[in-house]
Structure formats: structure tokens, C-alpha cells
């Protein structure tokens, strides 16, 4: 008689022999084929592996179920953890990139895990060469400017310049618009994304049109040696209704949660890890990745409008944590709040990597039909240089850190685009923020066929000119110069190698004005004036200081022209005349782009 226990025992060793059946049915990930790119790359160049598998997964994006990381080991010991990502456009279907950053030979082994276990790639290598390339961007020791991972100063030129990301072939950055404004002088162009997980895609997934539009927009700038700002998320595709148009009814995120608790959402943080460190592997290499802008205008979003601004900055100390910890290279951060004069955002100013305000002057004051301010008899112009300076003071002397004016311009300005003054305009709220002691040009909004007229001009080829002459990542103790002017404003950076500044007065020529830098040391200086609208330097000399002051007067001079009228601003370069600051105030490229 066949008993219960029999009849028990027979079904759990049929279940064990199919348990043990499926396991052997799925092994662990099996490494197909392995292809590097080349096995010797310029230091900060790209370093790409790319691998077909065979393992088991459901979603490929999903590091969870199926995840590709590589150890790379420098020649001087320094191992670096470098993770993989899906690419379904190309051939090889993973990828891992990396930017060596010492010369030599680099060996690296990788590890692919899913559910059925871990399979290792036996030890690879490859060699470093030298390379022209400068490497990604960093605080310099100053604290105050930036440099590149070799030194290399860097002040940025540039604007926001949106490229749409609409696919591999689509998007509004062109190479040729890049060639000439490279050749005007810019070094950096800002840019948001749009996201990467999609209604077509869903949360969790990413668009392979938009991620590889975005690989072609950093190849274009690693090309030319620019670099981009790129602006994560964008206060409208985290919008419901605020500030139309508001999009966040193209964001998967939608499925999952209210567009005011997006912040809070712990499932919405899930997938963001996730997209974050996908975002790490696919684009951290490149050198020509200035930046995470993580927040574009916190305040036009539904969480802060909502009154959770509490919960945002939580959320944004979350996201800083997160790039801290897993960006290798540790690409800076920052994030705005919108331009009004009133808006202040003291804790991301605190938290992020660089302290980025916006301006957008005529939205903090009240303007009459004739483009004044109401009850005043200033100039525009002045009242729209020293909006940008006193921001700039505030971010200065509030945090230790980089000062950016990352969004400014448009039209919630005193002039009309398509006038005279907006190029003044802009013009003076490039030189007032440099003096001021703002790290790069403001993000002027935004490249388009409206504002090429005013933008795109010689005007960015004279302040490169000029900010070349400066070795910013050097500067020692930097701080803001006590400086005046006879009639009319002055500003002015003060280190222990040089003081650089700008005399302004819209009104009238500055010519014949006096300058007057007060808390200087005693000793010769080399003097140098230079025509900012002309972009060329028109005098040097050499001047005493005395009494703790250095004291000059704005020559009148004649140009290349018959025109004596100078204008109504120059700036200026003050170099103690010593042995050692000589040295260190030799340029390459005098007067000229490199």
C-alpha cells in the first residue's frame, strides 16, 4: 500500500530534481565576446571596453538584475570602480568607459552579476600616452575660480545653448555654430536634457535616442575643447501647474507620484539612483562634462511652489550625496532658484559644489513704459551692473566657494533684444560679474536666432582675450579690491599677483576719470588698460603705490582710428613688479586665443 509519506517524499524529490534541473539551466553570465576600442589612449581621453553577454535579466537597465563593473588600477597603485551600462545601438551591447588620468600602463579587470551568479573577466590592460588633453573640471585650491584635473586655469565663456536631444541625428547644437563660437572665444555651453526615462520608455528604462544624442553633443565639444554645463533636471518636467508650459505630463515619474511629492516619493528616489548612476557610467568619462546642474528654478516646480521647499532641499542634499559618493571623477554640482532679485536659494548655495544664483534684474524691480526704474533718475545700465554686482557680493561673501550666475538674460532685462542697449547690456554684465568675482560669464538664455545679434559677437572674443591674461587657479588669496572711480563705478579682484577690475559709467566717456585702489602693498606696478569693446589692450605703464593706494588716470587715447572717444567702461590689469610674479604673470598666448 503506497502511504502518504511515500506519495510526500517522491513529490519532493521531483521538485528537488527540478529545482537542480533549472539551475543548471541557468549558469552564471557568460562574457561572449570583448572588444576595446584601442589599447592605447591619451591621458583624459576615452578608454571604451564593449561586451556582448549571455545572462539573465528582464530589464537590462536595472543594475539590480543585471549588473557589468570594472576595477581599474592606475600605475601608481589607485584603483578606480567604474560601472557599466546598456547601450541596445550598437554592436557590442555593454559598455564601460573610463578617462585614465596617469601616464603608463593601466590594467583593469570587470565583473558581471545577475540572479544566477557573478562571472569575472581575467586581468586586462592598456596604455596611457601623453595627450594634449587639459582633463575634466575642478575647484581650484583658491576655492574661488576653477581649473582643469592638469592645472590648467578655467574661466568660463559662454551660454546656455539647448540642443533638444531629440535623437541620434536630431538636436539643436551644430558643429559649425560650435566652430565659430570656439573661434569667437567660448569655452562652455549649458544645456538641459530632457529626461531619459520617457512615456515610450517608462520608469526605469532609457531612451537610447536621447542618451546617444547626448553622446554625439559631449563628442562635439571634446572636439573642440568645450565644455558642457548639463542641467539634469528642468523646472518644467517637474511642472504640473506652475510656470506654464509645464511638463509633467511627459514624465513617467507621473505613474507613481504627484507631481508636488515627487521630492518625497521614496519609490521616485529608487529610480533616480538608478537613472543617476546610469547617467555616472555613460557620460562621467568625458572630459568635456563641466558639470551636474542638478535643479534648473527649484521654485518653478510643483514640490516648492506646493510650499515644500523643506522637502526640496532635503531631496537636493540627497542627490548631492549621491553624485559625492559615486561620481569617480566628482564632476562639481550646483542648482538655481529662478532669477527674480527676490529669490534666494542660502541652502543649495551651502550644499552644492558652487554657488549659482540667477538674475533676471527687470523681474525684481518696477519698470515705467520708458524703461526706467520707477522714482529714479539712474541709468538702466548701472542699475542692471550693480544688481549683478551686489548678487555676486552675496554669494561671495556668503559661501566659500565658486560664484556663477547660471541663468540670466532673455527678456526680464531693461532693454528689448532687439535693440542698442540689450548689447550693453550684456556686454556690462559680463565685465561687472568677472570683477565681481564670478568664476565664469553669466549663462546668458539662450542661443536662438533673436539673440545672435548681440551675443554672438566680438564681445565674447574680448573678454576671452582678457580673462586669458589671468592665471585664475593660481591667484592667491583672491578677495574683492577696494576700488573707486572719480565719477562712476568701479570693481576689482584682488590677489597677492595681480588686481583686475572695471570703471563703468554709461553716462559719459571714462577717459580722464581717476582710479583709485586702496589696501594695496607698497612697490612698482606694471600697469595695463584695456579697451573692452575693442577687446585689445591700449596702454601700459608703470605706477607707484604709496600710502597703502594705487592711483592712475584713465588716459585719453587714440586708437586705430580717428576717434578718441574711448567709451564708457575699460578694465584693467595691476601686476606687482617682482621677479617671482613676473614668472607666474607670463601667459601663454598674450592678447590672442589659444
Known sequence: MVTTRFLLLCAVSSLSLTV?????????????????????????DK??????????????FNPDEIDLTAIFTAPSGRQWKIH??????????????????????????????????????????????????????????????????DGKSFYGVGFWYNDGYSGFG??????????????????????????????GTGLGRYDQGISGRLDSVLKLCEDRELVLSLNIWFHAFLSDTTWPPGRWFTNPYNSITAAKDFYHSTEAWGYQEKLYRYMIARWGYSRALGDWMVMDEVNGTDGWAGGDSVG?????????GYFAANDPYRHMTFGTRSGGIQE????????????AREIYEAQGHSMDRRGTVEGETIHPLTRSYANYSIQVDKLWQGFEKPAIIAESGWD???????????LSLYHDAMWVCLCSGTAMTPFWWAYNKRMNENMISSQLTAIRNFTDQIPFARLSHPGKANVSVSKGDAYAIKSDEMIFGWVANPQTDVAGKTVKISGVN?????????????????????????????????????????????????????????????????????????
Open 20 to 44: 537542480h534541473s533549472a539551475i543548471a539551466k541557468n549558469p552564471a553570465p557568460e562574457v561572449l565576446l570583448i572588444r576595446a576600442l584601442a589599447d592605447t589612449v591619451g591621458v583624459y
Open 344 to 355: 534666494w536659494w542660502p541652502d543649495s548655495y551651502r550644499l552644492f559644489d558652487m554657488a
Open 312 to 320: 526640496a532641499g532635503v531631496w537636493a542634499q540627497k542627490v548631492q
Open 522 to 594: 607698497a612697490g612698482r606696478y606694471r600697469l595695463r588698460i584695456y579697451h573692452t569693446w575693442k577687446g585689445q589692450f591700449l596702454d601700459t605703464t608703470e605706477l607707484s603705490a604709496s600710502n597703502g593706494s594705487l592711483s592712475f588716470t584713465i588716459p585719453i587715447l587714440h586708437m586705430d582710428s580717428h576717434a578718441n572717444y574711448i567709451g564708457p567702461d575699460i578694465a584693467f590689469i595691476a601686476e606687482p613688479l617682482s621677479a617671482g610674479t613676473a614668472m607666474l604673470l607670463s601667459p601663454k598666448g598674450t592678447g590672442s586665443l589659444q
Open 412 to 422: 526680464h532685462v531693461f532693454y528689448d533684444p532687439s535693440m542698442p542697449g540689450y
Open 84 to 149: 557599466g551600462y546598456y547601450d541596445n545601438s550598437r554592436f557590442t551591447l555593454w559598455k564601460i568607459r573610463f578617462s585614465p588620468d596617469e601616464r603608463g600602463k593601466w590594467s583593469y579587470t570587470m565583473q558581471i552579476t545577475d540572479k544566477n551568479g557573478k562571472t569575472s573577466v581575467p586581468l586586462r590592460s592598456f596604455t596611457v600616452i601623453p595627450s594634449s588633453f587639459s582633463g575634466p573640471l575642478h575647484i581650484a585650491s583658491n576655492k574661488r575660480y576653477l581649473e582643469h584635473a
Open 47 to 60: 578608454f571604451e571596453v564593449g561586451l556582448n553577454l549571455k545572462a539573465q535579466f528582464v530589464n537590462p
Open 170 to 199: 536630431g538636436g539643436q547644437v551644430k558643429p559649425e555654430v560650435l566652430d565659430e563660437l570656439k573661434d569667437l572665444g567660448v569655452n562652455f555651453i549649458a544645456s538641459f536634457i530632457i529626461p531619459l526615462e520617457t512615456i
